[in-house]
């Protein structure tokens, strides 16, 4: 059992669960679509220092992340599913939640989801081994 667990009285025993936050999914949804922040010149130079490096993934990148993370978990907890606005994001989503489910997962949401969202697994579906 992790801290987090402990403190919010979880109690799912035996089963790994992967809570997907959907606005923190949202905001580094849009970093990654953004154009890379080192082709944009930057102005701010302190004392000959070098300039900033950053390397924000791409949206393959983040998805790919998420998939691998998604394999070791028998729950996906998708929170706040309203901040799934955006049709790209929105398609992404719902992909990962298919191959989830296909793969034997269970999906529970949390907030309201958007009308067209598909539903949480029924009570009776399998949990991934």
Do not use: I
Not at 109 to 120: E, H, N, S, T, Y
């Amino acid at each position: 059992m992790n801290r987090r667990d402990l403190l919010l009285f979880r109690t799912r025993a035996g089963k790994r669960v992967y809570e997907l936050g959907c606005e923190r999914l949202y905001m580094r949804f849009l970093d990654a679509r953004r154009p890379d922040a080192a082709a944009a010149p930057l102005d701010d130079h302190w004392l000959g220092e070098p300039e900033p490096q950053y390397h924000l993934p791409g949206t393959q990148e983040l998805f790919d992340a998420l998939r691998r993370d998604l394999a070791g978990a028998d729950v996906l907890r998708v929170v706040d599913p309203h901040w799934l606005a955006d049709a790209e994001l929105r398609q992404a989503v719902d992909g990962l939640v298919a191959a989830f489910r296909a793969a034997g997962g269970h999906v529970e949401f949390v907030g309201d989801p958007p009308a067209d969202l598909p539903a949480a697994s029924p009570p009776g579906a399998p949990a991934r081994a």
